[in-house]
């Protein structure tokens, strides 16, 4: 039952980024959708776990959810700032050096906190 509240959490999430997209792209609209799904879904489940109990939390969820965060603010940034720059570049080699740096970037945050965050076992 735990699972089933967390995923309808996680649809209800995806559907409302989708349906407020405004302007956005379709597909860009549900790529942000899955990434605020699975983070309100992490969220959904620690609330939920330190109020009523469950057992599909893990004992380290609450670090996966900052390093998740913290990757993706990092890919993010850093891709919307190499995009932005005013460079004699075509937009579109802007934005594949922009999504190459954020991507790296990002992944370096993301191996640099699981290393740092969860214990060598």
């Given at each position: ?7 309808l959490?996680m ?31 992490i ?5 939920y ?13 609450h ?16 891709w919307l700032?190499i ?18 740096c ?5 992944m ?14």
């Amino acid at each position: 039952m735990d699972a089933v509240l967390c995923l309808l959490v996680m649809a209800g999430t995806w559907l409302w980024v989708v349906k407020q997209r405004g302007e956005w792209n379709l597909l860009l609209a549900n790529l942000a959708g899955a990434g605020s799904g699975v983070v309100t879904g992490i969220v959904f489940t620690l609330i939920y776990d330190a109020i009523i109990g469950t057992s599909m939390a893990t004992p380290n969820l609450h670090r996966s959810l900052v390093v998740f965060i913290t990757s993706a603010g990092v890919l993010a940034g850093v891709w919307l700032w190499i995009a932005n720059r005013r460079q004699p570049e075509h937009p579109v080699a802007r934005q594949l050096l922009g999504a190459v740096c954020g991507l790296a970037a990002g992944m370096a945050t993301l191996m640099f906190l699981a290393v740092n965050y969860f214990p060598h076992t």
